[in-house]
Structure formats: C-alpha cells, structure tokens
C-alpha cells in the first residue's frame, strides 16, 4: 500500500520560515512528478509548485520566489521550503506524486492527508 506523509507543518510568525516534507513509502517501482498543494478555509485546492523526476520546477505565481521545491529520488521524498511567509498562506498543505508500484502497468496519482500550515500576523 502506497503511502504520502508530509510533516513540518506549524504555527509561525509573518515574515517566517517553515519547511515541508513529504515521503512516499509502499512497494514502489517509480515516482514521477511530485508536488505540493494548498487548500485554505473556503477555498479550493490550489497548486503550488511542481517537479519533476528530472527537477524541472513550476511555481505558481504566489510561491515564486518565495518557496523552494526540491526532491530527493533515492528516498522517494519531496520538500518544499517555504519563506517570508504571509498570513495569506495559512492553508492545510498536501503532497501529490504519481506513483508507480512494483507489478503494476501505469501509475497512480496518491495524495497525503496533509499539514496544517498557519501564519499568525
């Protein structure tokens, strides 16, 4: 059984750092693209940055230059680091990767159950 879980969540200060992790575990054959997503209260889930197995980054506009993505394949992790956060960036924060297990022909899009990310102004 694929898993996603993220810790690294918190309570942290406007203007603060906080960062992310998130680890794939099962009996996996390959990972694809990896990403991190937000959903704040009474609003859809929203990207906020993608890469992929290569590194190939994609921001959306509200993370660029602010959060960091990054991946390490040997341990089938994602990271996001997150800076000079905002309250606007309070949300519950969701890993996704594309996951192929052992034995299986495609892959999968799994999602983590999520981190709880809050920015006190």
């Known amino acids: 059984q694929v898993q996603l879980v993220e810790s690294g969540g918190g309570l942290v200060e406007a203007g603060g750092s906080l960062s992310l992790s998130c680890a794939a575990s099962?009996?996996?054959?390959?990972?694809?693209?990896m990403g991190w997503y937000r959903q704040a209260p009474g609003k859809q889930r929203e990207v906020v940055a993608t890469i992929s197995t290569g590194g190939t980054r994609i921001y959306a506009g509200s993370a660029k230059g602010r959060f960091t993505i990054s991946r390490d394949n040997a341990k089938n992790t994602v990271f996001l680091q997150m800076n000079s956060l905002d309250p606007e960036d309070t949300a519950v924060y969701y890993c996704s990767a594309r996951i192929q297990e052992r034995f299986s022909s495609a892959g999968v899009n799994y999602w983590g159950k999520g981190t709880l990310v809050t920015v006190s102004s």
């Open positions: 099962g009996i996996i054959f390959r990972v694809g693209d």
